[in-house]
């Protein structure tokens, strides 16, 4: 008879056992802000279509208080998003050859970051403009 | 010597097929110096404490790839992991997560050879050749391709490091997808359509959803998270080429 019986383990909460997993899981959630925020600014495509006062409503319901600090709370998790995104991606690419040398990973890292940050900046400074 | 004896505690999971319903926790006492490897440590149980206590090792020096464990939680290779960096704190020994435990710390690792025999791991020749023609010449840019690739020892710490292939042990993994890469980018293989059919299967690479922690726990710095994350840009590539090309392209 074979007396071999090899144990699997379970695998519940596996995500709750490494501090690693568990930044992963954090990383991973604050991709629902990034939707939900979509989600916000379809809403208001949507009332923009249905005329002048349907907007205005929309705006008006942006300012109230909890409104605002949903979106305090949306800017920390997408920032955040945005640092892993950019932490990860050295992994997920082929090798970028600048000079024959290959570019290391904080370059591309801080690279992708400053795009990011520059995006964000030209975004705020013609939304800025605009409302001015 | 001077010194007072140090003595550390080395908590182990213990598993034992034709006794156990499910592994159990033991604590040995260990004296040890601060040039002890927890490698070491363990052996030194096995020699003066409990002979029983089963586990693989072989070269001691990070090379083999057999002395795998979880130590502390994490995927580490227990010759170059040291039993000073945890005192006085008891250090926690257990076999590698999401394989099957045969015994105490020694996994079942078929899974994993059966992959390994699946990627085709040798260089499926291009171009047929004569001894007269000479060797393969490589430019210094062909083998950076895969160099990092090729130093894979096998250890199976990034699929202890992989949710994903705790939560489904079909997918072909880390370790065996960059031993695919290694070969698929070697400039004197022509095999890459015959690999490319796994990488796009069920099992490939699409399992994978990018924790990158493969790659953080790697004692040889494969990067097996960018082989894996590469092969999905060609994979898809793969997929689309088919609508562009009569033959060409996935299965």
């Known amino acids: 008879m074979n007396k071999r019986r090899p144990y699997v383990r379970p695998m519940d909460g596996w995500w709750r056992k490494n501090p690693f997993f568990v930044e992963y899981m954090v990383h991973e959630g604050t991709a629902l802000f990034v939707a939900a925020y979509a989600a916000i600014l379809l809403t208001g495509l949507v009332r923009l279509s249905q005329g002048e006062a349907a907007w205005n409503a929309w705006l008006s319901a942006l300012k109230n208080p909890w409104y605002v600090g949903f979106h305090l709370l949306a800017l920390a998790a997408i920032a955040y998003h945005t640092y892993t995104w950019f932490k990860i991606m050295p992994r997920t690419m082929p090798p970028v050859v600048v000079g024959g040398q290959r570019l290391p990973a904080w370059a591309i890292t801080g690279s992708g970051l400053a795009v990011a940050a520059a995006a964000s900046a030209a975004l705020l400074g013609l939304v800025w403009g605009l409302v001015r | 010597m001077s010194e007072k004896q140090k003595i550390i505690e080395i908590e182990v999971l213990r598993y034992h097929p034709e006794k156990d319903k499910e592994p159990h926790k033991q604590v040995f006492e260990v004296p040890f110096t601060d040039d002890m490897s927890v490698l070491q440590g363990v052996q030194y149980i096995k020699d003066y404490l409990d002979g029983s206590l089963s586990f693989r090792w072989s070269c001691r020096m990070a090379i083999c790839g057999s002395c795998g464990m979880m130590i502390n939680g994490e995927p580490s290779l227990s ?142 710095h494969v990067d097996p998270a960018n082989a894996v994350n590469q092969n999905k840009t060609n994979s898809a590539a793969d997929y689309f080429l088919r609508f562009l090309t009569p033959k060409g392209g996935a299965k």
Not at chain 2, 110 to 134: C, D, H, N, V, W
Not at chain 2, 147 to 172: R, T
């Open chain 2, 79 to 220: 010759c170059q992991t040291f039993l000073r960096d945890y005192y006085p704190a008891r250090v926690r020994v257990e076999a590698l997560s999401h394989f099957p435990i045969e015994r105490d710390l020694v996994i079942n690792m078929e899974g994993f050879i059966e992959k390994l025999e699946s990627i085709q791991p040798y260089i499926i020749p291009r171009e047929t050749r004569t001894l007269a023609q000479g060797e393969y010449l490589q430019t210094p840019e062909q083998l950076d391709a895969y160099e990092q690739f090729s130093s894979c020892i096998n250890c199976l710490l990034c699929y202890a490091a992989c949710p994903q292939f705790g939560l489904n042990s079909n997918f072909i993994g880390p370790a065996a997808t960059a031993l695919l890469h290694r070969y698929n980018v070697d400039s004197r293989d022509g095999g890459k359509s015959q690999r490319m059919e796994l990488i796009n299967s069920e099992e490939g690479v699409f399992n994978c959803t990018a924790v990158g922690y493969c790659s953080e726990v790697c004692p040889k």
